[in-house]
């Protein structure tokens, strides 16, 4: 099964700037793995951010976008606002089977 | 607006059997894969299945494979999971996940296996 890889933690300041990222132990990531991006807060279900790549929701602030970056997914947090800080997770998926990473914690401080 | 509503779960001792529901409404169900996932007490969040539109596709991943059945009435908004032979490994929160346009997340249920 294959391991897919993001940051333990990141640390941004109110306003700033911060790229989240995620790896597969298999290679690049491709558009063929339909990364998805979730944010949780403690106690709280998850949340979708962003699916195939870049797609956002109504609900996704304009803050967060999808891309591909150096053989990776990346969620991009510009502007970062206190209600941020939580934990992020992306999703690839392997021909129909589905694997986390095992979380960032973005902290804004 | 995607609802999702689940339910089930619960106590019960290795070996034994459980069953989760989840309902989902304000998107074209049939038109989706559907996703189990889990959080373990603390941890992070672990893919458990998926299901293609019409029931014909389901993929496990490989602890589950074997015990677990997932499936979907596409006519009643519905989908279940069986999960049977439990470990305590399986002790977690599971939640029902909608993908794609239509994506939504459960409220999640408690499932605990203690001996």
């Known amino acids: 099964q294959a391991v897919v890889t993001q940051e333990p933690s990141l640390t941004v300041s109110p306003g700033g700037t911060v790229t989240l990222t995620c790896g597969s132990s298999?290679?690049?990531?491709?558009?063929?793995?339909?990364p998805y991006w979730f944010q949780q807060k403690p106690g709280q279900a998850p949340r979708t951010l962003i699916f195939?790549?870049?797609d956002r929701f109504s609900w996704t602030p304009a803050r967060f976008s999808g891309s591909l970056l150096g053989g990776k997914a990346a969620l991009t947090l510009s502007g970062a606002q206190p209600e941020d800080d939580a934990e992020y997770y992306c999703?690839?998926?392997?021909?129909?089977?589905?694997?986390f990473g095992g979380g960032t914690k973005v902290t804004v401080l | 607006e995607v609802q999702l509503v689940d339910s089930g779960g619960g106590l019960v001792q290795p070996g034994g059997s459980l069953r989760l529901s989840c309902v989902a409404s304000?998107?074209?169900?049939?038109?989706?894969?559907m996703t189990w996932v889990r959080q373990a007490p603390g941890k992070g969040l672990e893919w458990v299945a998926n299901?293609?539109?019409?029931?014909?596709?389901?993929y496990y991943v490989d602890s589950v494979r074997g015990r677990f059945t997932f499936s979907r009435d596409n006519a009643k908004n519905s989908m279940s999971l069986q999960m049977n032979s439990l470990r305590s490994e399986d002790t977690a929160v599971y939640y029902c996940?909608?993908?794609?346009?239509?994506?939504?997340w459960g409220q999640g249920r408690l499932v605990t296996v203690f001996s």
């Open positions: 996940m909608s993908t794609g346009l239509g994506s939504g």
């Open positions: 304000g998107f074209t169900f049939s038109s989706y894969w």
């Open positions: 299901i293609n539109q019409d029931g014909s596709e389901t």
């Open positions: 298999t290679g690049a990531v491709t558009s063929g793995h339909y």
């Open positions: 195939d790549i870049s």
């Open positions: 999703l690839l998926s392997y021909s129909g089977v589905g694997v």
